[in-house]
């Protein structure tokens, strides 16, 4: 088991900066794939960007490419979401999830943080 817990949500401004962090328990994350998911209010859950084990292999939604970074530190059992030139339409509960394989897509992912808000205002 995987136990993850996000933090680093608030409400900013159109046009600034957060950094979301994903702290892992239970299990090293060094062999799963960690995903950033997000939810809006009225729609379904997104993909957002993922980091596989595998080293430099990242992939990001076109809606986020060229904003957000992901990155990981296996050593302390961490993964980041840097989110720059933040915009009203990125508001959304975040979601951080660990897959056993490569995916893109929440069902291929086996666990799941409680989510953190993002709020961006214009």
């Known amino acids: 088991q995987v136990q993850l817990v996000e933090s680093g949500g608030g409400l900013v401004q159109a046009g600034g900066s957060l950094r979301l962090s994903c702290a892992a328990s239970g299990r090293t994350i060094s062999t799963y794939t960690m995903g950033w998911f997000r939810q809006a209010p009225g729609k379904e859950r997104e993909f957002v960007a993922t980091i596989s084990w595998i080293p430099g292999t990242t992939y990001y939604a076109d809606s986020v490419k060229g904003r957000f970074i992901i990155s990981r530190d296996n050593a302390k059992n961490m993964v980041y979401l840097q989110m720059n030139s933040l915009k009203p339409e990125d508001t959304a509960v975040y979601y951080c999830?660990?897959?056993?394989?490569?995916?893109?897509?929440?069902?291929?992912?086996?666990?799941w943080g409680q989510g953190t808000q993002v709020t961006v205002s214009s």
């Open positions: 999830a660990a897959a056993r394989g490569l995916s893109l897509t929440s069902a291929g992912y086996d666990y």
